[in-house]
């Protein structure tokens, strides 16, 4: 199989992601085939989708008509075997827990046709894993995208211990060819790459809280204002060439001996947790003051912001 010939896809849960994922391959033009177990979280899926996509396609003509032409590409359905039938691709975003998707990835072997490709969007349990149970482990994959989907270009092609190297390009490709940024992933480790880097900048962010080194509006005004400015066209390793690996040498020598290097979660993470201390789930993290107003508006930025690097890139 090639990827050119991949036409439907088939989604495995319409949460979050789920439904996130149908509006990306619907709008770039598959046919989608979205399951859920429930009714209700189908027709939410279908009502948050038809809400987020007027502001992704503002400025276009005929756009109700636009909106209802990618609504038509997806069908919902409560029937795994229907769901599945004409996918030449199967992605899954059940619940993030591992015996459950260990059956299902078994159950999904059994059912499919062997060119079928078996996708996971897991973001931390291991692919390998995942497919342990499954019989045609070669064909299993990972595949994890970043919330939220249609606005997020990054799709981490994760590569299992079974998984075979025509699965990983015909999966790489058939991403690349449905609007995504794919990168490749070659070993099934914690936290793939991108959530490596991600949370190695977190502990020594709250690291810094925790040592009284600046409070935490500090850290993200610290990001926000110098390296976060550049970091979308400017990646750490081009960044270590461009200043010099010498000097890239020299200030490792000086400063990782003084850096954040436990295995495990900060203290006083663990403190604001045990204190129901959650962030916007509770009101207070990090920051003390989490109001529904406070809350809204960040989302509202990062929505915007997220929109406004989706069309620059587009153009």
């Known amino acids: ?30 046919q989608v085939s979205l399951y859920s177990r429930t009714q209700q979280t189908l027709n939410k899926a279908i009502e948050n989708i038809r809400s987020n996509l007027p502001a992704l396609m503002q400025g276009q003509a005929g756009l109700e008509d636009a909106i209802n032409k990618i609504i038509s590409r997806i069908k919902t359905t409560r029937n795994i075997d229907e769901a599945v039938a004409k996918a030449r691709i199967i992605i899954e975003s059940v619940a993030e827990d591992l015996k459950v998707k260990q059956d299902l990835f078994k159950e999904l072997d059994q059912m499919c046709p062997g060119d079928v490709i078996l996708a996971t969007n897991t973001s931390v349990i291991s692919i390998t894993a995942i497919a342990s149970k499954a019989k045609n ?16 270009p990054l799709v981490e092609v994760v590569k299992g211990k079974d998984t075979s190297n025509e699965t990983m390009e015909i999966t790489y490709q058939f991403m690349k060819k449905a609007g995504k940024y794919p990168i490749k992933c070659l070993k099934d480790v914690p936290g793939f790459v991108a959530n490596r880097l991600q949370h190695a900048l977190w502990r020594e962010a709250i690291s810094i809280v925790e040592r009284g080194i600046a409070d935490a509006a500090t850290v993200d005004d610290a990001i926000k204002q110098s390296f976060g400015i550049r ?42 947790v045990s204190k129901g201390e959650l962030g916007f789930k509770s009101g207070k993290g ?11 508006r960040t989302r509202e930025r990062l929505t915007k912001h997220l929109i406004d690097y989706s069309r620059k890139q587009q153009t």
């Open 1 to 30: 199989m090639k990827a050119e010939e991949i036409n439907q896809v088939a989604l495995l849960g319409a949460g979050m992601v789920g439904h996130g994922l149908a509006l990306h391959f619907a709008k770039a033009g598959y």
């Open 137 to 152: 482990r070669d064909r299993i994959i990972g595949t994890h995208f970043w919330f939220p989907p249609y606005l997020i």
């Open 231 to 272: 970091i979308a066209v400017l990646g750490p390793i081009e960044n270590a060439d461009m200043v010099g690996l010498d000097l890239t040498l020299a200030i490792h020598n000086t400063v990782l001996q003084d850096l954040e290097d436990s295995p495990n979660p900060s203290s006083l993470l663990k403190d604001k």
């Open 286 to 296: 990090f920051y003390d003051n989490w109001t529904p107003e406070s809350i809204k």
